[in-house]
């Protein structure tokens, strides 16, 4: 099977009066999130600090964009400014 696709189902018998079919449902293969762990700041001065993270599992999938995003306030993902760093794992 293939992570994140949608497979419908039905199960069916058979029997010398022919065959019988139950109800066709689905299920959606899981897919897995890369896991990301943010580093500590480090060399903090007024005007720098050296900021990381590191993909410690790609969830199955070639990681396209790796980087950082960083702001003066909460929800940084949504409200930040985003440095690409590269890609793949690490």
């Known amino acids: 099977m293939t992570l994140g696709v949608k497979y419908y189902v ?10 019988a079919f139950g109800k066709e449902t689905f299920f959606t293969t899981q897919v897995n999130f890369p896991i990301v762990r943010t580093t500590p700041a480090d060399e903090i001065t007024l005007n720098s600090a050296v900021l990381g993270g590191e993909v410690e599992d790609n969830g199955g999938f070639e990681v396209t964009e790796r980087g950082i995003y960083w702001a003066e306030i909460e929800n940084v993902a ?3 400014n985003k440095i690409v760093l590269g890609n793949g794992n690490g």
């Open 78 to 80: 949504i409200n930040g």
């Open 10 to 19: 039905k199960a069916f018998a058979i029997n010398l009066q022919g065959t």
